[in-house]
């Protein structure tokens, strides 16, 4: 069968969409159904296949409402068969993205043989460990134990890159500040995680330099282009969760740490600041450029790449032990 026939036999009336016991992820799939254009074959067999059992699924999950089965099974074959993306939204999984020469990978925890699994477009994450295993052997023999351990959540968090650097090379840049006061970005004075929160330059120094090492991680996200807020806004949203993750898995495994963040906070609708502590003070990350640091320069130093090519946007975070 073509493409564009499976897609027509998926796509759901707008008049009927309106009414239908849908999801916000299913919904905003077969919206994106309707206005895109597919080229190509897909194997019939495997669409049947996977139609099927998604239809004994939800036949046991969710038999009290037959009427919503078409909309799901309509969502996950177009993801499946015609977007190629994973089934499901990504924080209700957890599955992990990697950006290779420009193709977006899907690496998933919970992948399992035999399964409507063996349809979505998410390859068990176990894909990914041998590259794991090699990075952090190369990082232990460089710089110890706990750098090998904190390369590995790096990368088990879907973070892409790393780089280790000694504090005593880091340079704490007064103009970065300056640039900060400018407030370009409109983080300046607005939260607990930017300056002025964050003290003096010499203070965010002295505060690092308790520290042995500064181990820089990034992520790149696919957008449209420099004018896709929406696109900007979701990787911002998704690359700090992704930073909250790994902060919570290295709490149990390091002593002392601190996670340095790209831009400002977020985590809350209205921040406390400056009247009130910051409601989640353990959690908190600071910004990274607030530090005095340029990233393009630490990126430099860790040996990582600081810009990934149009259509993408990098975030940074470093991590501190
Ligand atoms: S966690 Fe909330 S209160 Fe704390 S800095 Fe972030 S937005 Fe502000």
């Known amino acids: 069968m073509k493409k564009s026939e499976l897609a027509a036999k998926l796509i759901v009336p707008p008049g009927e969409l309106e009414n239908a016991l849908v999801n916000d992820f299913n919904r905003k799939v077969l919206e994106d159904l309707a206005e895109a254009d597919f080229t190509g074959d897909v194997d019939n067999a495997a669409v049947e296949g996977a139609e099927n059992l998604l239809r004994n699924f939800l036949n046991e999950v969710w038999a009290?409402?037959?009427?919503?089965?078409?909309?799901?099974?309509?969502?996950?074959?177009?993801?499946?068969?015609?977007?190629?993306?994973?089934?499901?939204?990504?924080?209700k999984v957890g599955y992990i993205t990697r950006v290779e020469n420009g193709e977006t990978g899907y690496y998933c925890f919970?992948?399992?043989?035999?399964?409507?699994?063996?349809y979505c477009a998410a390859d068990p994450v176990s894909e990914l460990e041998?590259?794991?295993?090699?990075?952090?052997?190369?990082?232990?023999?460089?710089?110890?134990a706990e750098s090998a351990l904190v390369r590995k959540e790096i990368l088990a968090c879907g973070?892409?890159?790393?780089?280790?650097?000694?504090?005593?090379?880091?340079?704490?840049?007064?103009?970065?500040?300056?640039?900060?006061?400018?407030?370009?970005?409109?983080?300046?004075?607005?939260?607990?995680a930017c300056p002025p929160a964050?003290?003096?330059?010499?203070?965010?120094?002295?505060?690092?330099?308790?520290?042995?090492?500064?181990?820089?991680?990034?992520?790149?996200?696919?957008?449209?282009?420099?004018?896709?807020?929406?696109?900007?806004?979701?990787?911002?949203?998704?690359?700090?969760?992704?930073?909250?993750?790994?902060?919570?898995?290295?709490?149990?495994?390091?002593?002392?740490?601190?996670?340095?963040?790209?831009?400002?906070?977020?985590?809350?609708?209205d921040c406390t600041f400056p009247d009130e502590p910051c409601r989640f003070p353990d959690d908190l990350h600071h910004s990274i450029e607030g530090y005095g640091f340029y990233?393009?320069?630490?990126?430099?130093?860790?040996?990582?790449?600081?810009?990934?090519?149009?259509?993408?946007?990098?975030?940074?975070?470093?991590?501190?032990?």
Not at 133 to 140: C, L, M, V
């Open 64 to 91: 009290e409402k037959p009427q919503a089965h078409k909309y799901v099974i309509n969502a996950c074959l177009a993801l499946a068969f015609l977007f190629k993306k994973p089934m499901h939204p990504q924080d």
């Open 110 to 118: 919970y992948n399992e043989k035999g399964t409507i699994c063996d």
């Open 130 to 144: 041998t590259m794991w295993e090699e990075q952090s052997g190369k990082i232990r023999e460089a710089f110890g």
């Open 159 to 192: 973070f892409q890159e790393a780089g280790v650097i000694p504090v005593e090379d880091l340079t704490f840049h007064e103009e970065v500040r300056k640039i900060c006061e400018g407030n370009q970005c409109r983080s300046y004075g607005t939260s607990w």
């Open 198 to 269: 964050v003290g003096t330059v010499e203070e965010c120094r002295d505060r690092v330099q308790t520290f042995r090492y500064l181990h820089l991680f990034s992520r790149i996200y696919i957008i449209e282009d420099f004018l896709d807020i929406e696109g900007m806004r979701s990787s911002m949203k998704d690359f700090k969760n992704a930073a909250w993750n790994l902060d919570k898995k290295l709490k149990g495994q390091l002593g002392r740490m601190m996670i340095l963040s790209n831009e400002s906070c977020g985590r809350c609708k």
């Open 295 to 321: 990233v393009n320069e630490l990126a430099g130093q860790a040996g990582i790449r600081y810009t990934n090519g149009p259509g993408t946007v990098t975030f940074f975070g470093a991590v501190l032990y």
